[in-house]
């Protein structure tokens, strides 16, 4: 996923938290739910268009994501 470390993770995580300041209570609750429907759509897209290859990398994705 494109915030996570190793992929500059923080350095964009910062800015993009930054941006946004203050937050909402829960912020980051929502963000994760976020990017869960999002890795969740992006995987239901691919299988739709019967694209295979990308689905187990993204199914992981979406088990790290919803088991935190």
Sequence with gaps: MA???GQGGAR???GLLDGYRPLPARAMARIGLYRL???LELWDWF???G???PL???AA???ALATG
């Design 3 to 5: 915030l996570e470390a």
């Design 51 to 53: 694209d295979t290859a």
């Design 61 to 63: 994705d979406i088990h």
């Design 47 to 49: 299988a739709s268009i």
């Design 37 to 39: 429907y999002h890795a």
């Design 12 to 14: 964009l995580r910062a």
């Design 56 to 58: 187990p990398g993204i």
